[in-house]
């Protein structure tokens, strides 16, 4: 009888000690749960890299003046006067005439006209950089050229640009790869002039952008990641209000360290999309700098 006593005292002394083992291992799980999400957020807060922001380039517009006369002006000569002064000027590479913002210039010029007015912006508030992309011309960089008044030739016209420092920039401009252009004749303020335009671009094709699914997809696992968060928050509560000797306390604790895993797994995965993002973004914003 006192050895069955003994081995009962026993039995009882280590279901307690089991129940004390449990619940320090939880909490023990939790504080290290709590450090796996700072350095987590951390990461994500501090080092998601942006974009590097399209550039738009526009000297103010010229405004020459000149007797009018019987000359006729070409756009194709516009463009090879063009890439000659590139030439001629660090031999740099002859840009690529581009339809789209042959389009875009002459719908430039024609809106100059129409509504009688000589700047970049429109009086509806469009400008080169909303003008190009409703024409399906999505770029990096985009710069405009305008000049109004008589000319003798197109090799006077650019020539004009080129005593412009702005407009001479936006011709010798290296990370520029494609051109349109439009040169029109008509009326303005009431005299007879022709209005110029030249419309330089690098198109985003030139720099591989960061898929936007895979950004979507870190951002899906950021809300996961959360939710996760505001479970483990309520699962710890329950631990702390629960005796050790509660009904499905030990249920509890599997419960939670699942969910620490589950957090710790989803948490790793996104870490690693942040870092292989910001190094895609990088690459891309180096591009765009012309590194």
Request: aromatic content about 10%; charged content about 20%.
């Amino acid at each position: 009888m006192r050895i069955k006593t003994i081995i009962i005292l026993i039995l009882i002394i280590a279901a307690f000690g089991a129940g004390i083992y449990f619940k320090d291992d939880a909490i023990r799980l939790f504080a290290g749960f709590s450090a796996s999400v700072q350095n987590f957020k951390k990461l994500d807060i501090q080092n998601l890299i942006s974009e590097a922001e399209k550039k738009i380039f526009l000297p103010p517009p010229l405004n020459i003046g000149g007797l009018g006369n019987q000359v006729v002006l070409l756009q194709s000569k516009i463009i090879s006067e063009t890439n000659l002064q590139r030439q001629e000027n660090g031999n740099l590479p002859a840009l690529t005439e581009n339809q789209t913002l042959n389009e875009v210039a002459s719908a430039k010029a024609a809106d100059l006209f129409l509504n009688q007015y000589f700047e970049h912006v429109s009086p509806s508030g469009v400008g080169p950089g909303e003008l190009a992309q409703s024409y399906g011309y999505d770029y990096i960089m985009e710069g405009e050229n305008l000049i109004l008044g008589n000319f003798s030739s197109e090799k006077e016209v650019v020539q004009d640009w080129m005593n412009s420092a702005g407009h001479r920039a936006n011709i010798l401009n290296n990370r520029y790869t494609e051109i349109g252009a439009a040169v029109v004749k008509g009326t303005y303020k009431g005299q007879i002039v022709w209005i110029g335009v030249q419309e330089f671009g690098l198109p985003s094709s030139f720099c591989e952008r960061p898929s936007e699914a895979f950004k979507n997809e870190i951002d899906s696992n950021k809300t996961q990641l959360d939710f996760l968060t505001s479970q483990l928050d309520a699962k710890k509560q329950q631990l702390e209000a629960s005796g050790r000797g509660s009904p499905g306390y030990n249920q509890m604790v599997n419960d939670y360290n699942q969910l620490v895993q589950d957090y710790n797994s989803l948490a790793q995965t996104t870490k690693n999309f942040v870092v292989q993002y910001n190094e895609r973004v990088n690459s891309f914003n180096n591009c765009v700098a012309g590194k």
